[in-house]
Every structure is written in structure tokens, then in C-alpha cells.
């Protein structure tokens, strides 16, 4: 009866959820049009929305932890589901993403990413797909920001093993940035689908900074380390059994 009574109130939060993407998405879009502050404007209320709707409609909290970076840095996160893309942008002041090609085309979604700045990258063809990354975000280093990407490259279900892309390591070395790690929980909270969403409290933890220099396997080995050895505390402390490694 709990089970069913908590999954009725995740289907309303949902279907609000989705609601509230045009909703928002049409109420800023004049001022949007105008400046880029508009579209961060929009999308910074929806993901407030969204944590403080989880937070009363589900009993999901979610929380910040460590220091959000506010200077021109990469960040590197752990993806499990869409709240963590809503916690990360809503904690920096300047977020922007490296995004799939064929989201530009989503309603809403496409038009504002590309006007805060995220860069589409087209994953179907590595090679390509990593130079066009590294030339889209070199011609875009003057607006400044926090670079976004997920660095195994998708979302990834809590207790799955997965690589680390090595697009996060071209970045890193090419641009010469300080990459700031992202940690998180969200997925033991909020799964990769379904409609279900547990109460708790859903974590993005920020981690120590690496400073630019390191060799790309020195950098690839050091962030997954950090990651995932940080991603596995978080979600123990939320009570998600872990497999053996």
C-alpha cells in the first residue's frame, strides 16, 4: 500500500513536471530572446521548481555539498538520472553543457541550451565528435562559465561499472582548464526511467580541484578514482546496497 501510494504521488510529480518545462519555457522566452541572461534566467527557475517540488510532492531533498565552482572551469560529473543535471546547473552561476546533437532539436530544451551556451557534439563518430568538441568550446571560452560534461558519457545506473569517456581527458589537456570533479547519489533516488521516485536525500558533492598540467591518463585515472570512490560513499550513506567491485 506505501508503495503504491508513493508511486501515485511520483506519477503526479512527474506529469507536473513535464508541465511545468513549457510552462516556464514560454513565460521567460520573450526576455530569452533578448539576452542569454533571459534563457539562464528560465532554466535556472525550472530546475528550482523541480528541487523544491520533489521536495514536498515525493519527499526527495537534494543537497550541495563541497564548493560549487564559479570561475572558468570544467566540470566533470557522475551521471545517474535528470536531477543531477538540475542540481549541478543550479548550483554554478554560469553552467553549460556538453550535450547530445540531436537535443537541439527538443522543444524548449534545444533553444535554451544553445542560447546559454552548451556545446551539441554529435557521439556518433569518436574521433570527429572529440576535435569539433574541443574547436566549439575554444571558440566559445570568451563567455565565460562552468563547462559541463558527464564523463562516462551517459547515465549510468547506480552499482554499474562503466568507462570514463576519454573526451573529459581531451578536454582537460587541450583546454588547460582546472577541472572540478562532481560526485552524486541521485539514481539510488530518482531511476534512469520509470516513473517511481523514492523520499530521501539526493547528493551532488563538488570535489577537490585538479589543477591543469597532468598527462591525460594520469588526469583519466585520478578523476574516476575520485568519482567513483566519492559516488560509492554517497550512496551508502543512502542506504543503496553496492555490488562487490
Not at 205 to 219: D, H, Q, R, T
Request: hydrophobic content about 50%.
Amino acid at each position: 500500500m506505501r508503495y503504491a501510494v508513493q508511486w501515485l504521488r511520483s506519477l503526479i510529480f512527474v506529469v507536473q513536471m513535464y508541465v511545468m518545462l513549457p510552462v516556464i519555457g514560454i513565460g521567460f522566452l520573450p526576455w530569452a530572446l533578448l539576452s542569454p541572461r533571459g534563457a539562464r534566467a528560465g532554466c535556472m527557475a525550472y530546475c528550482r521548481w523541480v528541487r523544491w517540488s520533489a521536495a514536498w510532492m515525493v519527499g526527495l531533498r537534494t543537497e550541495v555539498r563541497g564548493t560549487p565552482p564559479t570561475g572558468e572551469v570544467l566540470i566533470a560529473a557522475k551521471h545517474q538520472s535528470f536531477l543531477d543535471i538540475l542540481v549541478i546547473f543550479s548550483a554554478v552561476p554560469a553552467g553549460k553543457f556538453i550535450m547530445k546533437r540531436e537535443l537541439i532539436w527538443a522543444p524548449i530544451v534545444g533553444q535554451y541550451g544553445l542560447r546559454i551556451g552548451c556545446v551539441p557534439v554529435d557521439r556518433g563518430k569518436r574521433g570527429r565528435a572529440i576535435k569539433k568538441m574541443v574547436a566549439d568550446v575554444a571558440r566559445g571560452l570568451q563567455s565565460p562559465g562552468q563547462l559541463i560534461i558527464f564523463a562516462q558519457g551517459t547515465r549510468v545506473a547506480p552499482g554499474v561499472k562503466k568507462p570514463y569517456k576519454i573526451g573529459v581527458g581531451v578536454l582537460y589537456e587541450e583546454l588547460g582548464q582546472t577541472c572540478v570533479p562532481a560526485a552524486t547519489n541521485v539514481g539510488v533516488f530518482w531511476p534512469r526511467r520509470g516513473i517511481y521516485r523514492k523520499p530521501g536525500l539526493a547528493v551532488v558533492e563538488f570535489l577537490a580541484p585538479i589543477a591543469p598540467g597532468l598527462g591525460k591518463a594520469a588526469f583519466m585515472k585520478q578523476l574516476e578514482d575520485e568519482v567513483e570512490t566519492a559516488s560509492d560513499r554517497l550512496m551508502r550513506e543512502a542506504g543503496f546496497d553496492l555490488p562487490a567491485r
